[in-house]
């Protein structure tokens, strides 16, 4: 092998010392050179040695470069599930099968909302308020008590702060919050999870910048004065609240979205395919949603409207056909819950039939409120074998598991921005790492015996400067998932109670129905930030076990404590001997698998008497 010269190990390998090439070039086995060359090169490449994986850098040697599907194509996995194990997919409709369009429908019930806080007394000024899609995410707390949006972690402790549409600096959040910190207190703080609560949560962020910033009213700690009038921010989230509900339930917004579905409703001729494909193979599908039929039905038909059936060569059939149960006015997550009267629906008028249903459900037959036990129940359904798919983290993904034990995947739309970014902007990741690995040169060779003091004043806000960068591309409150390297609530929802997610459902049309989604390792900060190929000097306490035979490793420890009068009776005396009054000794390696590795495992496998492949090919089988 021809010698590298130091121009081309520069070259492969930047900021590496003279003294390494020097190294490298002395050693007299070329063949030895070029393999420390080789991995000098990836212990340099800090894009190529190290990936971020829940928050965490992660090596490319644990995690292998298998086939993946294209970005767009996804599902994303927290815990194992085998679809052949699914007999039931339930749908929730908005936001899931059927995805509003953003901003447009998003802007339309910001402005509803104005329309109905100047009719409950709210200045007219209000009106001039325009919403910005780029300043609300979801996952946010709303602190009733000082009127901040609050970006927290899984724990509460406070990411970001905003009063108004000032983002508080460290100072002023540690003056309101010891410690950064808030605990979810129901009768203090409002969770704004769904998608729905977008326009509302920006709206809160107008309420509060609006009166504390008006000439004529003084802000106060926990509201605003004008004269002898006080308003509260608790009050001011109570009216937004109202005003919400009363748009949703009562008001135009459903109305106005059936006038114009084109505008506010996404269509995908993918839709009607994959409920029939689900169907195929073997499974039944149901809709659960809240709302009430005749919305239900336009929608509905809106996003069947294709000239052919699931195949382009099917007829057009009416959308209730690729339901096997379908049920409306499900009040999640009360359903989950005690739930309520089950009523059959006239599907000509819309009208609920008197009396409560008794069942069996009937295909075709459109159904309203009852509860997850009487469904179960009648469709004969366990916990695991349902997947239920939507977008609310509370009212359908967390209830539906905490409760009944349902398999969920959860919709989040906005990862096809996350994705854009994660993606388009991998400069600043990269930059993130080689400024921690120049952290790390700084303390090099220093110990506890270090008198000296390494200034990193200068790398630390090289990283706060690339963090921000990195936060500003999702948009003005950052990522949906992370603050820098944090972990939101929100992920942390995601990661605890979804076990799978995507952009969107749709993605199944590109997996078979026997696909095994295998969770990727969670890897912890010790596992992560450890290559494979690092060696501890010496044998560790787990290497001193093995060596240690189970039966030599018994007589050392009964030869320790009995007195050498008596005879030593190890296990394997034991098998024969009938006359002993204690049948173990000490406990035995598992011979067959008994610790749970993933969230999903066949029914076999649970049966007492199942024996793996490699006893029986051993002729070694025995029971657990």
């Not at 970005?71 to 936001?95: A, P, T």
């Not at 929802?493 to 989604?517: E, G, H, K």
Request: hydrophobic share 35%; with cysteine.
């Amino acid at each position: 092998m021809p010698e590298i010269s130091q121009d081309a190990f520069e070259i492969l390998n930047p900021g590496a010392p003279s003294e390494t090439f020097n190294t490298l070039r002395s050693q007299k086995n070329p063949s030895t050179s070029a393999t420390a060359i080789t991995t000098t090169t990836s212990s340099r490449d800090p894009q190529k040695d190290q990936k971020f994986s829940n928050g965490l850098a992660r090596t490319d040697s644990l995690q292998p470069q298998g086939y993946k599907r294209e970005l767009d194509h996804r599902i994303f996995v927290n815990r194992s599930l085998h679809l052949e194990n699914i007999k039931f997919y339930g749908f929730d409709m908005d936001y899931t099968l059927a995805e509003y369009k953003s901003p447009q429908y998003e802007q339309m019930s910001f402005d509803l909302v104005k329309e109905r806080l100047v009719s409950m007394g709210y200045p007219k000024e209000i009106m001039q308020f325009e919403y910005d899609p780029s300043f609300p995410i979801r996952g946010l707390w709303f602190d009733a008590l000082y009127g901040n949006l609050l970006k927290v972690d899984a724990y509460g402790n406070i990411l970001v702060c905003v009063h108004g549409f000032e983002f508080l600096k460290h100072s002023q959040v540690y003056e309101l919050y010891p410690n950064k910190f808030l605990k979810l207190d129901e009768s203090r703080v409002y969770v704004l999870n769904t998608l729905f609560n977008l326009p509302e949560t920006y709206m809160l962020a107008c309420l509060v910048d609006f009166f504390t910033s008006g000439a004529e009213y003084t802000p106060d700690r926990t509201g605003v004065k004008a004269g002898e009038l006080f308003m509260s921010f608790n009050s001011i989230f109570q009216d937004v609240r109202r005003a919400v509900d009363w748009v949703h339930i009562q008001g135009d917004l459903k109305q106005k979205t059936v006038e114009n579905l084109d505008h506010y409703v996404k269509k995908d001729e993918r839709l009607p395919m994959v409920l029939a494909r689900i169907r195929e193979s073997g499974a039944k599908v149901f809709l659960l949603t809240n709302s009430d039929y005749n919305f239900t039905n336009n929608i509905m038909t809106f996003l069947f409207d294709f000239p052919h059936g699931a195949k382009p060569e099917e007829p057009h059939r009416d959308w209730k056909t690729y339901f096997d149960v379908i049920v409306v006015d499900a009040r999640k997550p009360l359903f989950f819950a005690e739930g309520t009267i089950l009523r059959q629906v006239n599907t000509e008028t819309g009208a609920l039939k008197i009396g409560s249903h008794m069942g069996p459900l009937q295909p075709g037959q459109v159904y309203s409120g009852g509860s997850c036990e009487v469904l179960t129940s009648f469709i004969n359904a366990k916990g695991k074998d349902v997947l239920y798919i939507g977008d609310h983290i509370f009212g359908d993904i967390l209830k539906s598991k905490k409760i009944r034990g349902w398999r969920t995947f959860l919709v989040i739309p906005e990862l096809v921005q996350e994705l854009h970014v994660w993606t388009d902007k991998c400069q600043f990741f990269a930059e993130l790492q080689q400024l921690d690995c120049k952290l790390g040169e700084m303390f090099k060779n220093l110990d506890s015996s270090a008198k000296e003091k390494p200034d990193i004043s200068n790398v630390r806000g090289s990283i706060r400067d690339v963090t921000h960068k990195m936060d500003m591309a999702y948009g003005m409150m950052g990522s949906l998932f992370r603050s820098g390297s944090r972990q939101t609530f929100f992920s942390s929802q995601v990661v605890r109670y979804a076990d799978l997610y995507a952009a969107t459902f749709l993605n199944f049309i590109y997996y078979p129905f026997s696909y095994m989604f295998r969770a990727p390792a969670m890897l912890l900060p010790h596992e992560s930030t450890v290559a494979h190929e690092q060696r501890f000097q010496g044998d560790g306490p787990q290497d001193q076990k093995i060596k240690c035979s189970p039966s030599s490793a018994t007589q050392a420890t009964v030869s320790s404590t009995v007195p050498s009068s008596k005879p030593v009776t190890t296990q394997k005396d034991h098998e024969g001997d009938t006359s002993s009054t204690v049948l173990h000794t000490r406990p035995s390696t598992p011979r067959t698998v008994t610790h749970t590795h993933d969230e999903d495992y066949s029914e076999e496998e649970s049966e007492p008497n199942y024996k793996s492949n490699a006893e029986e090919d051993n002729g070694n089988s025995k029971p657990l």
